[in-house]
């Protein structure tokens, strides 16, 4: 297991970390508690404790605020899940800053590709990611997709993000503005929306 990991934030009473096992009750309540809010997938709080190692946490006086998961799905791609900041924390920047420590820790575990599934692809396109076609993540497809209830009608998007060792996202101003399920306005050149800060 890797040493635990700690990310100290602008903010000095807001700290992203690692979780570790004593974590895992306030994850998976948080999750709970915004599962409609987040369109989150249930989990069960032995699927978080046996997956706590993957998490990344936001914590305020050791309070949990808000969490993410960097879950393979191949060698190569990998998967932002279970992402969700408390309602109170909401607007402070905590979620791109949860993506951008999974991407670091993704390009340094040796993933390509950092995927998400969502209703609202806006908040990853200003991170750099990129809108593609389901079938382009076929490991999503296989692992979980096809024994969805919702499979093919479930309304989320496929959003994209090439890693490389190194290097971390910011949020950047957004590439395309989301509208009615397509992107319009003036497109950049991907290499402009990932905007990389060396490590």
Same mark, same amino acid.
């Given at each position: 297991?890797?040493?635990?990991?700690?990310?100290?934030?602008?903010?000095?009473?807001? #700290?992203?970390?690692?979780?570790?096992?004593?974590?895992?009750?306030?994850?998976?309540?948080?999750?709970?508690?915004?599962?409609?809010?987040?369109?989150?997938?249930?989990?069960?709080?032995?699927?978080?404790?046996?997956?706590?190692?993957?998490?990344?946490?936001?914590?305020?006086?050791?309070?949990?605020?808000? +969490?993410?998961?960097?879950?393979?799905? =191949?060698?190569?791609?990998?998967?932002?899940? =279970?992402?969700? #900041?408390?309602?109170?924390?909401?607007?402070?920047?905590? *979620?791109?800053?949860?993506? =951008?420590?999974?991407?670091?820790?993704?390009?340094?575990?040796?993933?390509?590709?950092?995927?998400?599934?969502?209703?609202? @692809?806006?908040?990853?396109?200003?991170?750099?990611?990129?809108?593609?076609?389901?079938?382009?993540? @076929?490991?999503?497809?296989?692992?979980?997709?096809?024994? +969805?209830?919702?499979?093919?009608? +479930?309304?989320?998007?496929? #959003?994209?993000?090439?890693?490389?060792? *190194?290097?971390?996202?910011?949020?950047?101003?957004?590439?395309?503005?989301?509208?009615?399920?397509?992107?319009?306005?003036?497109?950049?050149?991907?290499?402009?929306?990932?905007?990389?800060?060396?490590?």
């Amino acid at each position: 297991m890797n040493a635990m990991r700690q990310y100290a934030s602008p903010a000095a009473a807001l #700290v992203f970390r690692q979780a570790a096992a004593p974590d895992a009750a306030a994850i998976h309540r948080l999750i709970v508690d915004n599962l409609e809010a987040g369109h989150l997938l249930p989990r069960t709080l032995d699927d978080v404790t046996a997956n706590i190692a993957r998490f990344t946490v936001a914590v305020v006086e050791d309070a949990v605020i808000g +969490c993410a998961e960097l879950a393979p799905l =191949s060698g190569v791609v990998a998967e932002v899940r =279970s992402l969700v #900041v408390t309602e109170q924390s909401r607007g402070q920047h905590i *979620g791109p800053r949860l993506v =951008s420590h999974l991407a670091t820790d993704g390009a340094a575990r040796g993933f390509s590709t950092l995927c998400a599934f969502t209703h609202d @692809p806006s908040h990853f396109v200003r991170l750099g990611f990129t809108i593609v076609p389901h079938v382009w993540v @076929p490991e999503k497809i296989e692992r979980d997709c096809r024994s +969805c209830a919702q499979f093919r009608r +479930c309304g989320q998007y496929a #959003v994209t993000l090439p890693l490389r060792d *190194g290097a971390q996202i910011r949020p950047a101003q957004p590439a395309a503005l989301i509208h009615g399920g397509r992107a319009v306005g003036r497109r950049r050149p991907n290499v402009e929306r990932l905007q990389l800060i060396p490590a």
